[in-house]
């Protein structure tokens, strides 16, 4: 079993400061890890993903996220943020071995920028 | 298409109406699966397709919902009786392939925009 936790359903940054969406996730075996981002009454787009390998992964969009194990964590990074960032995210996760690649989202992040 | 198309984007239904939600996969798509979303909430797993085999529907919250993909393309979510604990958005993914991991890594899902189902 595995399950997702996104700590802070909202958070607000100002145009141009980091951004730092954080996610831990409890799985019982390996996982790939994920970070979609949703726009208003759009569906979900992928930002990055980590399967294997380099912890470090880079995304769309000037994000990135790092796999950490011994932290169980996979938090999304962006160093500036922009206006046109704001949505909401969330991360998901899926067991290395699942045959179907079901996702197990968190609750959302919802990014606000203000100016 | 380029993309899941879903229809209708957004569906009001009296308390205890049938609905039929449709999906569009990605032409060519081995994977189709139905999330549920509710407001403030993430997607939550509700059915899962191989071609038109239906290998998982452990997330189908009631004998209500019934889904299905008869000629492994289109899929069509149903909710009979709709009640207003269904109301959500419905979203569909798809995948290019199906089975296990393959040794390059994981099949990304590609989600459609969503049909949004309020009960009154």
């Known amino acids: 079993a595995q399950s997702v936790t996104q700590l802070g359903s909202h958070v607000s940054v100002s145009e141009g400061a980091l951004v730092l969406l954080r996610c831990n996730y409890s799985s019982s075996v390996p996982p790939y890890l994920f970070w979609y981002v949703q726009y208003p009454n759009q569906g979900l787009q992928l930002l990055l993903k980590?399967?294997?390998?380099?912890?470090l992964v880079k995304g769309i969009n000037g994000f990135e996220a790092e796999f950490k194990k011994s932290e169980t964590s996979f938090h999304l990074t962006k160093p500036s943020a922009h206006m046109s960032d704001a949505a909401e995210y969330f991360c998901a996760v899926s067991p290395f071995n699942n045959a179907g690649n079901m996702l197990t989202f968190g609750g959302g992040t919802r990014l606000m920028v203000k100016p | 298409g380029a993309g899941v198309s879903q229809s209708p984007r957004y569906k009001v239904a009296k308390r205890g109406q049938d609905v039929a939600l449709r999906c569009d996969p990605i032409?060519?798509?081995?994977?189709l699966f139905w999330y549920q979303q509710a407001l403030g909430q993430g997607p939550e797993f509700l059915t899962y397709?191989?071609?038109?085999?239906?290998?998982?529907k452990s997330g189908l919250p009631s004998d209500r919902f019934f889904a299905e993909r008869p000629e492994g393309s289109v899929s069509t979510l149903k909710i009979q009786r709709t009640q207003q604990e269904d109301s959500a958005v419905y979203l569909c993914a798809s995948s290019l392939k199906g089975g296990s991991r393959t040794v390059s890594g994981a099949n990304v899902l590609t989600f459609g925009a969503g049909s949004r189902l309020t009960v009154l």
């Open positions: 032409s060519g798509h081995v994977s």
């Open positions: 980590y399967t294997t390998g380099a912890t």
């Open positions: 397709f191989q071609n038109e085999a239906q290998l998982d």
